[in-house]
């Protein structure tokens, strides 16, 4: 997988390039390393609305008082169990989005800094482990993942409530 990033990373070999080209390399690296660190913080923004919303969703079914008209009651509830199952598959698709993406990125990364006097990112992953020993190191994408799960086992089982009970 190495090789495809290089391959596909390298530009202008330095001989070609000039005596600005460890500079130019220096300040590409540091602005993609702001862009993926960007990239973290749209994934939180993400985050942040989906949680807003489907924790808004749930106070709202938890507010609707059982009305006079069951069946419009029931229907309710399983129109908006639905609608927030379907946010909550949105919500885990985009993550799982924002994951790849920053895996990707974090790759090319350390693929530039094997053209760097120092490799700092590739030194902090290979000391947790690469993110294989849960005691060093859990990655955050491993809990924010089961998040949407948790709502969406909490629609489920609110609509066959719903369903069962007639609410």
Known sequence: ????????????????????????????????????????????????????????VVALLGAVLPSTDRLLNTAWYVVVGLAGLLLCFFWFELLSSYRNLNTAKFNIV??????LPIRPYVAEWASVGKGKDAKSYLPFTHIETKVPWVFAALYVALTVIALVHGV
Do not use: C, P, W
């Open 110 to 115: 350390h693929e530039i800094e094997r053209k």
């Open 1 to 56: 997988m190495t090789d495809k990033i290089a391959d596909g990373l390298e530009g202008v070999a330095e001989d070609n390039y000039g005596s600005n080209y460890t500079d130019h390399l220096f300040e590409q690296y540091k602005l993609y390393v702001e862009m993926a660190d960007k990239i973290s913080a749209r994934r939180q923004t993400a985050n942040t609305f989906f949680l807003t919303i489907n924790t808004a």
